[in-house]
């Protein structure tokens, strides 16, 4: 590599002699315009690339939608500003949501899937790293990005099919709710660098879909589970053994026949509370409603 090549990304730092003296091409006029020229597309560029969309006006954005939208606290959204929305974690959304984006777009069932949980996590860790204070609507906003989460990332309760529905240009269905033509804005509005403001408020649109109020208007599920938790076997089931012996034949499902679990391990506190913990939430969904599964 010559010496004029490698001065060419430095030439307006050097002084003019060394480089006049150094590569003589460099010396002319012209050269100097396109050095500066260069060097204000480059930083241009870079700034363009590090702004993108910036994370408290698609937060502030997102809160005025859902307002607008009947969920209240519209003049929270005044209080999401820069200064509690740091660049680098804006940055890190960015970063997640192209991931999820990218994900999507490969158009299979696995891909939405993985595709969801990215979009809906970032947004999760956007609102817990930002530091505009205890607003309920962000809190309402995490809240709903979590249940498309939950429904996204899990299967059925028979392990057999997922929650999501796909047909790549045709539907999408997340847990029964229809999501294809908000989910459509969304990625319309990242793709073609719309507005921050317009991104906001498709993505609150798509979030309002996992609302909780949303889940009463959502038709009852049918339930293939037992009738309800037999009394038999309740003090069984709240004891450290029990669950010493449920988790090692979960390991050695998975390829681990050591047992490792030991009965030291549980304490018998931890075993009632998982034990109390386990008969609530199936009978909370023997309730055969949309929202009774989804809390269960």
Not at 196 to 225: H, I, N, R, W, Y
């Amino acid at each position: 590599v010559s010496r004029c090549a490698v001065a060419r990304p430095f030439a307006m730092a050097w002084p003019t002699a060394f480089v006049r003296r150094r590569c003589p091409r460099w010396s002319r006029p012209s050269s100097w315009i396109f050095v500066f020229f260069f060097s204000i597309v480059r930083t241009a560029g870079q700034e363009e690339a590090q702004e993108g969309f910036p994370a408290h006006v698609v937060l502030r954005a997102a809160v005025a939608a859902a307002a607008a939208a009947g969920a209240g606290g519209a003049y929270e959204a005044e209080q999401i500003t820069e200064s509690c929305v740091p660049q680098s974690v804006s940055t890190a959304w960015q970063g997640r949501f192209q991931s999820g984006v990218d994900e999507m777009l490969k158009k299979t069932k696995r891909s939405m899937q993985r595709g969801l949980s990215e979009l809906s996590q970032g947004t999760i860790d956007l609102v817990d790293q930002s530091t505009c204070g205890d607003l309920v609507a962000l809190a309402r906003l995490k809240e709903q990005a979590n249940r498309l989460r939950v429904l996204a990332s899990v299967r059925s309760l028979a392990q057999l099919t997922p929650t999501v529905k796909y047909e790549p240009l045709q539907s999408l269905a997340v847990g029964d709710v229809d999501i294809h033509s908000e989910l459509n804005a969304v990625l319309i509005a990242w793709q073609l660098k719309k507005p921050a403001e317009t991104l906001g408020g498709e993505l609150a649109m798509l979030l309002l879909k996992f609302a909780e109020d949303a889940a009463d208007d959502q038709p009852e599920v049918t339930s293939t589970l037992p009738p309800a938790v037999p009394p038999q076997g309740l003090e069984e089931r709240r004891t450290p053994m029990f669950w010493v012996t449920a988790m090692n034949r979960v390991l050695s499902r998975l390829g681990d026949p050591s047992k490792p679990v030991r009965e030291e391990c549980i304490t018998e506190a931890s075993a009632r509370e998982h034990a109390e913990s386990v008969e609530a939430a199936i009978n909370t969904m023997m309730e055969k409603s949309q929202r009774g599964m989804q809390q269960g």
